[in-house]
Each structure stands twice: as C-alpha cells, then as structure tokens.
C-alpha cells in the first residue's frame, strides 16, 4: 500500500520539500530561496504553506513531515535552536509551529546530517550495510553515525560530530573553536584557503586560468575541473586533504568499530581525487587490529538523500528497522 | 538472595580473580603469577584450578564466569585472540576450555578495558552515569564505551579504542601503527621517554635523585613522587600528557555526544597533576555547543574494577540494564 510522507530540507540558502512515497522515493519536489535575512517569522510562513502545499497534492493522506535542519536540535526532536545559517532564530519549536498544517500527524525534526545519512542508509550507498559512518564535505564538514540500522544520537542528539574531531593539536582553529579539526582543513572556506597557499608556487597551474586569474574566486568546482584535465598541482591539493579525511575517519573507526565510511556533500563530488588518499590514510590511521573490512564509498546522491531521509523520519518510526 | 559469580582478569603479569557477590563485591579474590612464558596451555590450566577452587568456596553455586582478558575477543564473547602480552597464544576458545569446571553455567569473554568499565559502571566512578566513555591509563592508554548502561561493542566487539586514535597526523608512531595516536605519548614507555627528553635541560629536577641518578629507570610514579614534592619539571610532564589526553577525548565526545569520561588505569594515580590540564583540553578541544556538562572524574577502584567487571558480565545477562 502507498504511503506518503513530506520531508523537508532546511537550508540557509534553500528551502527544499519533497512528498515522498516510501518504496518509490521522491513523488513531487519543491525548491525556494530560504530568505534567511527576511528572519524566522518568515521562514517559518514559508515552510507551512510549502507544506500545506505538498499535502494537498498527495494521493492520500500523508503520514508525517520530517524536516532535516542545521543547528542543535533537542532530543525531543521537535525545537531547532540557533542554526549557523539563520540570522536571528533563535529557539523554535517546529512541532508547533507546523501543527495546524500537521493535521494531528506527527513532526519530527532532526540535524541535517543524521537526516542525510537517514536517506544514505535506506536509499543510497549505505543501503548494504547495518553501520557506517557518515561524513559530509560542504561548507562544513558534517557527520552521522548509523549503528545497527538506528541513528546513533548520543546523549543530547548530537552525536556524530566528525567535523569537530582533532587531527593535529596544534593545528589551525575551526569555526567550532577547536585546533585542528578537520573542518579547518577539509571546510570548503578553508580548503580553497590552504589551496590558495599552496597554489602560490605553482604559476603553471591551470587553476589560474579557470578562476579568471584571480584566487578569490577560487572554489573546489574549480580545482576539480583543473585536476579533471591532468592538473598536478590541484591533484595534490586534493589529496592533501583526502589524507586529512582519512586520518579523522581513522580516529572515528578506532573508537566505534564500525569500518563502513559513507563520504557526501558537495565537496565530495571531487570523487577519488579525494576519496583514494582518503582511502590509504584511512588504513594507516585505523589501528593494524581493526584493519580488516574497511570500506569507503562515495554517497552520489546529492540534495535527495536530505529529502528522502527527512520522509524516512516519519516512515522510521513505523518500522522496526532501517532497510527492506 | 545472595547470587554469586566468578570474575577473572587475565593479565600478562598476573592472573587475578575473585568470588563476587552481586551487591557485596569481591568476596574472596586471588592472584597468582600468569608465568606467559610457560605458554598458553598452562595458564589455561592455572586457570580452571584457580576459578575451580573459587566456585568451591561459594555458599551457593556460581551462576557463571566473567573474563576480563587483553587481545581481540570475537563477536561470542568466546575466543581470545593474540592477546599481545601473552605470547605463543593465538585462538583460544576459553567458553570450551573452561566447559568442564563451569558446570553448564554460562563462561563469558570481553576485553579487559570493556569489563573495566562495566566495573566502573556498577561499582564505581560511573555509577551514577548512564553513558560515559572510560580511558583507562597503564603500560597502553585502553578505552571503553558505555552507552544507556550498555558496553557499546561496535561491529566486531572492538569499540573503544581510544588509545588508536590521533591527535597529530604527523606524530610519533604508536605500536598500533597510528601516527600521532595518544598511546604513542600516553602509553607507559612512550611517557617516560619522552619524560627524559624533557628532563636533559632540567638537571635541577628531583625526579634525577629519585631515580638513582639514572633515568632508565624512570617510571610514572617517579613522576609522580617528585611532583608531589613540588618539583616543576614533573609537573609538567604531567601537564604535557594531560593536554594530549584532553585533546583525545574531546575528539571522542565530538563523535559520541557522551559528556562524562571516567579516567582510570595505573597512570592515572597521578591524578589532578594528569587531569586538571586534562579537563582545559577537553574543554577547548570540544565544539562549543557541545561544551555544556563535560565532567571528567577518575576511577579510583584501581585492579578490583576488572574482577568485579568481569563478574558482572554475568549479572549483567540477567539485568535489563547496568544501575541500581
């Protein structure tokens, strides 16, 4: 029997709903500007009618709206406090703020990414495997832990911070305050930052003629493209941080035992000029014991992991557990 | 009504173990040498008369046997695999090897940093925590995970590795092949060897003249005497490790969301010298939306966490959770 749940995408940039049907994935998908300078107020105007909307298209009656958010969510899973991207939110409960669209059905709010790594565990690359750990490279780095088919959330629904987590004690401050976290290598600011720097020495580079001459344009499109035509210098760069990921993801396999690395977000599109440094480091980061079984993929999804996995939140309850 | 089990610690030096009684604890306990290089069918025969005389000493019968044990344990909680001080062993399965002194109750394998926690969980400094990540301090730097009263296991059993795990991508070679992994400074010999490299431009230290002059022979309670005396040098040393422990476990509650750590293990006797600088790191190595409610305590149960950790795995079968 069909079922229908609407999951939503909320992004600083971007708010994108799906209603979604729970074999066939994606039946109708929605995109509008967050217009996150508007203020919350509006966001959240914006988010019931493109709900209300989704709804009335769907066949019958859906059965729950799950929204993947930034931001810390409490373990009630219902209030998103103080996401990076959203001047001025502070503390809004979503439950009730969607409860006259919701129509009694329930609304379940979750960090964005254990909400991809939601999607990647029923509909993408994480589908064959119980656990695995998730890591997304966009404008930050973000993390998700899937433990024998469950999100693994932690004690106050945080869990699955890789982004935090330190490589070097020593190393350059991240947004998050700490030295050395990944995300102040692997961060798509940082990274094209470290590329600029490295860059400086390489005037052959194709790079300069894909940024128009000019750096500050510099994004990692860019430097996949120059590594995509045989490009030395953004090849190394790519690897450089590919072995920075590996020894993060190390540290992640030595604590959980779990040997399953799923890696997306944007970045991520840079494929194995990242993926296979990452791949080595990974090995030599794990301790020599626990090498056995290590496996790192590349979720290809994109945005509809975030939508699928939204919907799944809904369909999850209802289900003993994550898989056919 | 009394319920009684057996809890053995199966170390390289010592074979320990104890009659414990659920709510007592340790009844009666024993040690005897392991003598490792007698190889491993005689310290399984050490061990069926040493849990042998235990079970005839119960007023009532055993209810099973807990075993604490170094190596890789399988998912079955049977087999002891190349445990790293006892050499000539390779797979033992000691659930058949004790078959005969067991009478039918239940023999019960786990990794000596898992029942160390567990020890704590009950009996312990964890106590009143339903998660807590342990590190445990000694000739390696063990770990553990408690999660909602339960040993987190991982895929394979091994979770918890906190010792593998790096705090510099171009650090020192732990024995575990990691780079920069926190035994590679915490470990017992790495701390002392890098105590002495420190100690070359400090000649004023005590730690010279409680050491006989000759710091081969330089051990952590040295260390620890001497600061304890006031002496600088050593106090910094402590420092020195205690800053790299915090960085470490921040790391580990970026990815768990678990808030409380419980530090234990010979080591960690230095107390407050180790653990004040310890809980700076922590806290600037954690994000900081994650930095509410970080406390970092110490075990100060020392050996006997093993023995009735090892015990409670078999009350832990009949528990639905760790507590009270």
């Given at each position: 029997?069909?079922a ?14 799906a ?53 810390a ?17 502070e ?61 693994f ?81 953004a ?59 290590l ?30």
């Amino acid at each position: 029997m069909s079922a229908y749940a609407i999951g939503v995408d909320l992004g600083g940039t971007n708010l994108k709903a799906a209603l979604v049907e729970r074999e066939e994935g994606v039946v109708t998908d929605v995109s509008h500007p967050t217009r996150a300078q508007d203020g919350p107020d509006s966001i959240v105007d914006r988010l019931r009618s493109t709900v209300a909307n989704l709804a009335e298209q769907a066949p019958a009656p859906v059965l729950g709206i799950g929204i993947g958010s930034p931001g810390a969510i409490n373990l009630e899973r219902t209030t998103v406090s103080h996401p990076p991207n959203l001047p001025g939110w502070e503390v809004i409960n979503l439950r009730n703020e969607l409860e006259a669209v919701a129509n009694g059905c329930p609304v379940i709010v979750e960090n964005d990414a254990n909400v991809a790594a939601l999607g990647s565990a029923y509909y993408g690359a994480g589908r064959p495997h119980d656990s695995f750990i998730m890591a997304t490279l966009g404008t930050g780095v973000g993390g998700a832990v899937i433990y024998q088919n469950r999100i693994f959330r932690g004690s106050t629904g945080a869990a699955g911070e890789i982004g935090h987590m330190t490589i070097d004690y020593e190393g350059p401050l991240a947004k998050s305050g700490v030295a050395g976290a990944i995300e102040a290598y692997a961060g798509q600011q940082f990274l094209t930052h470290h590329a600029r720097l490295r860059l400086i020495n390489r005037p052959e580079s194709l790079v300069y003629e894909l940024a128009g001459e000019n750096l500050t344009a510099l994004t990692p499109r860019i430097l996949f493209d120059a590594a995509e035509q045989g490009d030395a210098a953004a090849r190394e760069i790519f690897a450089w941080v590919g072995h920075k990921l590996g020894a993060v993801l190390g540290s992640a396999v030595n604590l959980l035992d779990i040997r399953v690395i799923v890696v997306g977000g944007g970045v991520s599109a840079a494929g194995d000029y990242i993926l296979d440094p990452a791949r080595d480091a990974l090995h030599d980061f794990v301790a020599e014991a626990l090498r056995d079984g290590l496996h790192l993929v590349r979720e290809t999804m994109g945005n509809e992991a975030g939508l699928l996995g939204a919907a799944r939140l809904v369909f999850e309850g209802e289900d003993a557990h994550v898989g056919d």
